[in-house]
C-alpha cells in the first residue's frame, strides 16, 4: 500500500512541478547616457514559436512575444525623467542567451517611435543603426545618447510551491516506512 502511494505521490509531483510555456522575466539597464542619467526597466516575454528570439513588432502579427514591460529613465539637464510602459512598446527583438542587447540588426528596442508628445526611446543597431541609444524630447527635439549597449539579467525564477509540497510529502511517506519497519 505504502509503494502505492509513494508513485502515485511521485507521478502527482512530476505532474506539478512540469516545465510550462510560462513567460520569463529579464531586467535591463542602459548606462552612459549623457550627464550620467541611466535606464532601467523589465520585460516579460515567452518565446511562443521556440525561435530562440523574444520579439514584438507592429509589423508582424505573428511576433506578439512580449507580454509586459516598463522602464525609467532618470532624467538629465537634457531630457527630464520618464517611465515608458507596456503600452509605449513599438519594438523589441531580444535573444535570450546573450547578456546584452542591440549589438546586431535587427537586434534593438524603441518605445514611443511613432508618437507625437512625451519622449521617443530607441536603441541597438536595428533602431539607430549605430551602436547605443537616442532619447528624444518629441515637442522640443532635445536629445540625450549613450554608446552603451542594453545589459540584461534574467531576473531569478522561484522554485514551484508543488516541489516543496512533493518534497515533504515524499518525506512522510519514507518515515512512515522507516516506522512500519
Known amino acids: 500500500m505504502t509503494f502505492k502511494l509513494l508513485s502515485l505521490a511521485f507521478v502527482a509531483g512530476l505532474a506539478m512541478s512540469a516545465p510550462s510555456a510560462n513567460a520569463a522575466i529579464y531586467n535591463f539597464t542602459q548606462t552612459g547616457f549623457d550627464f550620467g542619467a541611466s535606464l532601467s526597466g523589465s520585460f516579460q516575454a515567452t518565446d511562443l514559436n521556440a525561435d530562440g528570439k523574444l520579439i514584438t513588432n507592429p509589423f508582424d502579427a505573428l511576433a506578439d512575444e512580449i507580454t509586459d514591460f516598463t522602464f525609467t529613465f532618470s532624467g538629465n539637464s537634457i531630457v527630464s525623467g520618464f517611465t515608458h510602459s507596456f503600452s509605449d512598446l513599438t519594438v523589441l527583438y531580444y535573444t535570450p542567451t546573450k ?83
Open 99 to 181: 547578456s546584452v542587447f542591440g549589438v546586431l540588426d535587427p537586434e534593438g528596442l524603441a518605445s514611443n517611435w511613432f508618437g507625437s508628445t512625451g519622449y521617443m526611446y530607441e536603441s541597438g543597431v536595428g533602431a539607430t543603426g549605430a551602436q547605443g541609444a537616442n532619447i528624444v524630447n518629441v515637442l522640443t527635439g532635445a536629445k540625450t545618447i549613450s554608446e552603451n549597449f542594453i545589459t540584461v539579467t534574467p531576473a531569478a525564477v522561484p522554485v514551484p510551491g508543488a516541489v516543496w509540497l512533493f518534497g515533504s510529502v515524499l518525506a512522510g511517506f519514507i518515515g512512515a516506512k522507516r516506522r512500519k519497519s
